[in-house]
């Protein structure tokens, strides 16, 4: 998958960086992963801490992908980061930092689809909401997005077992995919499957938003909720493209190494804040920010984190230790 080799691209300049570059860039790379982190907590602690949250499957496909893109960042910026600090890896270790971002890479189209059903139903379906959008079934559809997700590379994992010698997953390398699944046909079945999975994610987008914009459309009591959902829906399709920048990136890298011949190392690091960092922001705004109800719950936490760090006020009368 092409967003696990752009994690590790940084890799083939890692060495002709000069300290100051690559300490700029690494401190850049570890501050940003900490912001997100700080943001995605808040998010965790506020879906846990209130009951409300946890029937309805709006915020727990929510919360899914917080912490899905939590793992998949994490994943990404420890590649980044061990592209910095050694050049080699066993290929046990890679396999599995490889295989990790992408099962996380993958989740997030999949889980951007069950969140635009879930409002069109909401909003299309309202008197079936309540049977088809049940607690028990968004967690069923988590467990089949994850099986989606994890079985083409399992598959993978499985044909480079059978076809490398023992010691292969033993030796050292360069932590990009093609140097542990290296086999073309691995490659022509993911493009086929990459293919077919991201049309079948567009058109249930699609879908979801022509039917949403029709309920706008028409004169309902629940206009305001219907514009509401479709402007979500409308957002999600941006998530959409911008997990597809994982695809065209490498492509959009060489047409540029073409263009800027001599920037090769900061065309790289910026595809990676782009492809990799950047979009993460864009989870937490859409229900952090635009969901009244998640914000306001938001804000309870935020300011019960920080009480304790507040001054006391003293009492009128001066000091009672006196």
């Known amino acids: 998958m092409n967003s696990s080799d752009n994690a590790s691209s940084p890799q083939q300049v890692a060495l002709r960086d000069s300290l100051v570059s690559a300490v700029v860039k690494n401190l850049l790379v570890v501050l940003l992963w900490f912001l997100l982190q700080y ?33 998949q960042l994490s994943f990404s910026v420890t590649l980044f980061l061990l592209s910095y600090i050694v050049f080699h890896i066993r290929v046990s270790l890679c396999c ?3 295989l990790l971002t992408v099962f996380s890479t993958r989740n997030t189209p999949l889980n951007l689809a069950a969140m635009a059903a879930e409002r069109y139903v909401a909003i299309c379906r309202p008197l079936r909401h309540h049977q088809l959008c049940t607690a028990r079934r968004t ?6 997005i994850w099986l989606v997700s994890v079985a083409p590379e399992v ?4 044909l480079t077992v059978a076809s490398q010698p023992p010691g292969f997953f033993l030796g050292y390398v360069f932590c990009v995919r093609s140097n542990v699944f290296p086999d073309a046909l691995m490659m022509h079945k993911r493009i086929a499957f990459d293919c077919f999975y991201f049309l079948c994610v567009f058109l249930t987008l699609v879908f979801t938003y022509i039917k949403i914009l029709r ?4 004169a309902s009591a629940q206009k305001g909720l219907a514009e509401r959902a479709r402007n979500t829906v409308l957002l999600h399709g941006v998530q959409l493209a911008m997990c597809l920048l994982a695809y065209v990136s490498p492509g959009v890298e060489l047409l540029l190494l073409l263009v800027f011949p001599g920037h090769m190392r900061e065309i ?13 922001f864009l989870s937490p705004v859409i229900y952090g920010i635009r969901d009244d109800k998640f914000r306001r719950y ?19 009368g001066g000091d009672v230790s006196r």
């Open 215 to 218: 309920a706008v459309r028409s």
């Open 96 to 98: 599995v930092f490889i």
């Open 268 to 280: 790289r690091y910026v595809g990676y804040l782009l492809v990799n960092i950047l979009p993460r």
């Open 298 to 316: 938001l804000d309870k936490t935020q300011r019960s984190c920080f009480a304790p760090l507040r001054p006391r006020k003293r009492p009128p």
């Open 39 to 71: 943001i995605n907590a808040t998010l965790l602690a506020t879906f846990f801490k209130h009951q409300t949250f946890h029937e309805e499957p709006r915020y727990i496909l929510f919360i899914h992908m917080v912490i899905n893109d939590s793992a």
């Open 155 to 158: 598959t993978d994992l499985f």
């Open 139 to 144: 967690y069923l559809t988590i467990l089949l």
